[in-house]
């Protein structure tokens, strides 16, 4: 079974890049119509899809988050990673990766989680 791991620090300074990375078990990230997404929750709110990078590469973003956002992948690696530029402290929230079977762009329902890291910004 698809298991998922988030890795990378937990407090980043304003205007500075939140990297994560999610390392996966069980599972290719290449494997046809499985779908690789990362997905925050803020404190005191809901799930917030931000994207997807789809088993051929190809990526789509929350039109909220498109300016600052990059998602890649290490297929040698089965890694995906999240880059996102310019935080502020609204970007303060639990980062989830995540996988479901068959791209859906923008949904938070998912098949597979990663136990989610917490990442605050903060000077």
């Known amino acids: 079974q698809v298991q998922l791991q988030e890795s990378g620090p937990g407090l980043v300074k304003p205007s500075q890049t939140l990297s994560l990375t999610c390392t996966v078990s069980g599972g290719s990230i290449t494997t046809s119509n499985l779908a690789w997404s990362w997905i925050r929750q803020p404190p005191g709110k809901g799930l917030e899809w931000m994207g997807v990078i789809a088993y051929d590469g190809s990526t789509y973003y929350s039109p909220s988050l498109k300016s600052r956002i990059s998602i890649s992948r290490d297929t040698s690696k089965n890694q995906f990673s999240l880059q996102l530029s310019s935080v502020t402290p609204e970007d303060t929230a639990v980062y989830y990766c995540?996988?479901?079977?068959?791209?859906?762009?923008?949904?938070?329902?998912?098949?597979?989680w990663g136990q989610g890291t917490q990442v605050t910004v903060s000077s």
């Open positions: 995540a996988a479901r079977d068959g791209l859906r762009v923008g949904t938070v329902e998912h098949d597979y």
